[in-house]
């Protein structure tokens, strides 16, 4: 028996079936907290933020219609979670160099940290130690402006494609591409301002 489609599930927890609604819970917890701690960085916010997410998700199973795939719709409750959040916190989660951080839709592969900082990490860092490369390459870009950040998450980390960051955040597709660029301008911009400040 066919897999039932997130959409299927969300139509099914909109007419009263919570067990369809706990199975998209299940498909898509993991993953959400991932996108939190990346965007807030703080595992214990996240896990708040999963919680909310999930509660304004099943608030909203009536009003649900799949003009969207399930996960764009989810991700735009998300991201606009994120936005709204005022508190500012420190993150707590190491974050390798190396790590792949989701698939580049655009390549077809896996991109880390060192992929987006194109240029690579500056020759100062490279007399660090590992963790403290990661807790200096984390805090430039927790340091980025939430909009760019936000770019970023959604593009390197969750691998997103254009389009569908373009349905997450409600801008145009030109504007998408426009300020991923930015922001990773921004990023090395950073670095190459870290690597000159570290000489």
Same mark, same amino acid.
């Given at each position: 028996?066919?897999?039932?489609?997130?959409?299927?599930?969300?139509?099914?927890?909109?007419?009263?079936?919570?067990?369809?609604?706990?199975?998209? +819970?299940?498909?898509?917890?993991?993953?959400?907290?991932?996108?939190?701690?990346?965007?807030?960085?703080?595992?214990?916010?996240?896990?708040?933020?999963?919680?909310?997410?999930?509660?304004?998700?099943?608030?909203?199973?009536?009003?649900?219609?799949?003009?969207?795939?399930?996960?764009?719709?989810?991700?735009?409750?998300?991201?606009?979670?994120?936005?709204?959040?005022?508190?500012?916190?420190?993150?707590?989660?190491?974050?390798?160099?190396?790590?792949?951080?989701?698939?580049?839709?655009?390549?077809?592969?896996?991109?880390?940290?060192?992929?987006?900082?194109?240029?690579?990490?500056?020759?100062?860092?490279?007399?660090?130690?590992?963790?403290?490369?990661?807790?200096?390459?984390?805090?430039?870009?927790?340091?980025?402006?939430?909009?760019?950040?936000?770019?970023?998450?959604?593009?390197?980390?969750?691998?997103?494609?254009?389009?569908? +960051?373009?349905? +997450?955040?409600?801008?145009?597709?030109?504007?998408?591409?426009?300020?991923?660029?930015?922001?990773?301008?921004?990023?090395?911009?950073?670095?190459?301002?870290?690597?000159?400040?570290?000489?």
């Amino acid at each position: 028996m066919a897999q039932k489609t997130d959409e299927t599930l969300m139509l099914e927890a909109g007419q009263g079936d919570f067990t369809a609604f706990e199975a998209l +819970i299940k498909r898509y917890q993991d993953r959400m907290l991932n996108f939190f701690i990346r965007f807030m960085g703080s595992e214990t916010l996240a896990q708040d933020f999963v919680q909310e997410l999930f509660l304004r998700a099943f608030q909203a199973r009536e009003r649900y219609r799949p003009t969207a795939a399930f996960s764009t719709w989810l991700y735009t409750i998300a991201h606009r979670l994120c936005l709204d959040e005022k508190r500012k916190a420190v993150l707590r989660r190491t974050v390798s160099l190396d790590e792949p951080m989701g698939g580049d839709s655009r390549a077809g592969r896996e991109v880390s940290l060192r992929d987006v900082l194109a240029d690579g990490v500056p020759d100062a860092l490279s007399r660090m130690g590992q963790a403290e490369k990661e807790s200096v390459v984390r805090a430039v870009i927790q340091s980025l402006p939430l909009d760019f950040r936000s770019f970023l998450v959604l593009s390197v980390y969750e691998g997103l494609g254009y389009q569908e +960051i373009a349905d +997450i955040t409600g801008v145009r597709v030109e504007a998408v591409r426009m300020r991923s660029s930015r922001a990773h301008k921004a990023l090395k911009q950073k670095m190459e301002k870290l690597r000159e400040e570290l000489s």
